[in-house]
């Protein structure tokens, strides 16, 4: 009984793990939807990006991840900026014309990285400090996913107070909610926009890069954790800060501690779980007070 | 059995054999998506025999018309189609997915055109006439393993599979001989959502709190990867042993699963380092050509140029499909890299078995398991 209780123990610490790498990448996706109106599905593209990245760039230091880590802010600024030009056009137009616009991108971008790349999984081993296992409550667990969840904490923490608390997340919510009035105070609405994107483009690429270990890059993982991402984003709510992470934890644990308890149901947990938020709030479970 | 007038018009390649001038042979093989890794495994099988035999199949110069399988029954189909009616070719070989070779069954069955398989192979497909395989049916690597971990596990074993038609195909086959060889299982056998478990903690914490003194595992392709490494990464690899269909360690998974790797025992009807006669003849001539080791896909595709080579020759004089495909009946022994083997009445292999163990980084052979298929 010990062994198992202690074994789902290590399951809710995966969760969390698991849960903050749903997080870093679906903040950006559900902040670009909920603040800009634009739903980009090629979000998970970047997230296969980063994670390419990652394996390009590891070479076993430490180093290697920072840089690699830098290469993807870089990389995903860059995506966010190019997919706000391409969608652009398709502002009035509404979702469907953009989700096959982006569906398109992440098609094409697909075949590219295949080519680059080739048609097999390519793991990502983590820098060999932080490779091995420690001892939790008697089990073995990977101290890479301890780090990361340290780091991922770090991030979402960053991102809470940039967009909640700081003047230019203040800012940000103000150009949101009347451009017109933030306009006329001088600042160009447009640039804070493209940051919005450019922000949330490059946390999908950081996610790919540190997640690279925990979902390696390969064929078929941008479209899983696409999947993964709009459930949390449905989960927690449009456009808020607080729902991605209340979501993105909530996921993670349906995934670990629900599989591991219920693995006969695993299939339906997922889109169980998204059923039941949504029966029980609509909305998600923190939705953004400043669309609705 | 009956054909209609339609498909005896339209279909067959039965404008004659025009005498001493090449054969057309399809490769219907993955040149894109998911299973591309596979599909260039297997062409370069079949093209290294074709090489090594002066371009020539039974005598005949060999034209090889590629057909790209795709990923799915219907990219498969089409590519099919192309072959029969519009290349119409003397045979096809190839075929990586058990959808495709599903989908395709009529098409080969009506236009009377020998499909000699080099992979997919499910249980379900029986009572074919023009259809063959030179790999295994989908249930026998798990028939392998089933007594042997029996014997040797000393308690009771975890059964854990990618929830789709091969892993319950694998299960199926292990437990036909692991349970009456009086071997015990650690509760239910679990299947994993597929392909979307990508994190197997929650499994493998089961399998620990289970008491389980061996594992057995069916994953391919990417989810193997994720199993091994995980499962090195939870602390399972050298506590308790894992098994799996040859599928877990072969090929392009094995470089990405690296170290983890290390101890894994598998089951498959071929190793690249068998010491016999026509493996010294094919394995260092892969490895030279291509730069990797040779996996059974490549080994399976060779034997499928051999068993057209043979087939070709004895056709003799008269070379259609259909005396191609009666000469495959009867071509009798194949002197394999794999070693000797002879199809059953199904189509598919009497062949040995082999334990196979991954030491730094490579399939060794530990021993046999014995003969299966027959």
Not at chain 2, 198 to 205: E, G, R, S, T
Request: charge should be neutral.
């Amino acid at each position: 009984m010990t062994g198992w209780l202690d074994g789902n123990l290590v399951s809710v610490v995966d969760g969390v793990a698991f849960g903050l790498l749903l997080f870093t990448i679906a903040v950006g996706l559900s902040l670009v939807f909920g603040m800009m109106d634009v739903l980009n599905l090629a979000h998970g593209t970047l997230y296969l990006a980063g994670a390419y990245v990652a394996y390009a760039l590891s070479d076993g230091s430490v180093w290697g991840l920072v840089l690699a880590l830098a290469a993807g802010a870089l990389v995903g600024g860059m995506g966010g900026a190019a997919l706000t030009f391409l969608t652009r056009p398709l502002a009035r137009r509404g979702h469907l014309d953009q989700a096959v616009l982006t569906l398109g991108i992440t098609f094409i971008v697909a075949d590219l990285l295949a080519a680059a790349f080739g048609g097999e999984v390519l793991p990502t081993d983590p820098p060999t400090a932080l490779r091995g296992t420690v001892d939790l409550v008697g089990h073995a667990y990977p101290v890479y996913r301890l780090v990361f969840i340290g780091v991922a904490a770090a991030l979402a923490l960053l991102v809470h107070l940039v967009f909640e608390r700081s003047s230019l997340g203040a800012l940000v919510r103000a150009a949101v909610a009347d451009r017109d009035m933030v306009r006329a105070l001088g600042v160009d609405v447009r640039k804070v926009l493209y940051g919005i994107f450019a922000s949330g483009a490059a946390l999908a690429v950081v996610g790919g890069v540190l997640g690279a270990p925990i979902l390696g890059p390969g064929p078929g993982v941008d479209e899983s954790v696409l999947v993964l991402s709009l459930v949390v984003v449905v989960v927690g709510g449009l456009g808020s800060v607080r729902g991605a992470l209340a979501g993105a934890l909530l996921i993670g644990q349906v995934q670990t501690l629900g599989v591991a308890l219920l693995p006969e149901y695993a299939p339906f947990l997922l889109f169980g779980t998204m059923l039941l938020v949504l029966v029980v709030r609509p909305n998600g479970l923190i939705p953004s007070a400043v669309r609705t | 059995m009956l054909t209609t007038a339609c498909g005896g018009a339209s279909l067959g390649t039965g404008d004659g054999d025009q005498q001493g001038g090449p054969v057309k042979i399809g490769l219907l093989v993955p040149q894109s998506g998911t299973y591309k890794a596979l599909g260039d495994d297997m062409k370069q099988g079949f093209e290294l025999y074709v090489k090594q035999h002066g371009g020539k199949l039974g005598g005949r110069e060999v034209q090889i018309v590629i057909a790209d399988e795709g990923e799915t029954a219907d990219s498969g189909k089409a590519a099919a189609e192309k072959l029969v009616k519009q290349d119409r070719v003397l045979a096809v070989s190839g075929v990586v997915s058990s959808a495709t070779i599903n989908g395709v069954k009529d098409l080969f069955e009506n236009s009377r055109i020998p499909l000699v398989g080099s992979n997919a192979s499910p249980t379900t497909l029986t009572g074919t006439k023009y259809i063959w395989r030179t790999s295994y049916v989908n249930d026998e690597p798990g028939k392998a393993l089933g007594k042997y971990i029996a014997e040797k596990a000393g308690g009771p074993v975890f059964l854990i599979a990618a929830g789709y038609q091969a892993g319950k195909d694998e299960v199926e086959g292990f437990k036909s001989t692991f349970l009456p060889a009086g071997g015990k299982l650690a509760g239910e056998e679990v299947y994993t959502p597929f392909p979307a478990t990508k994190n197997f903690q929650p499994y493998l914490a089961q399998i620990e709190n289970s008491g389980a003194k061996a594992v057995f595992c069916f994953y391919a392709g990417g989810a193997a990867v994720d199993f091994v490494k995980q499962y090195r990464d939870f602390g399972l690899a050298g506590k308790i042993p894992l098994y799996a269909p040859g599928f877990l360690t072969e090929g392009g998974v094995l470089k990405g699963q690296g170290e983890a790797a290390d101890g894994i025992l598998t089951a498959l009807n071929y190793s690249a380092d068998l010491d016999n006669a026509a493996n010294k003849q094919f394995a260092p001539a892969y490895q030279s050509a291509y730069g990797v080791p040779a996996t059974t896909y490549a080994m399976a595709s060779w034997d499928a140029a051999q068993v057209l080579d043979k087939a070709i020759k004895a056709a003799g004089g008269t070379v259609t499909p259909e005396s191609v495909n009666a000469a495959i009946a009867k071509v009798g022994d194949i002197d394999s890299p794999r070693g000797t083997w002879q199809f059953n009445s199904g189509g598919t292999p009497v062949q040995p078995w082999y334990l196979r163990e991954v030491k730094q980084g490579a399939n060794t052979a530990v021993s046999e398991l014995g003969r299966l298929g027959g």
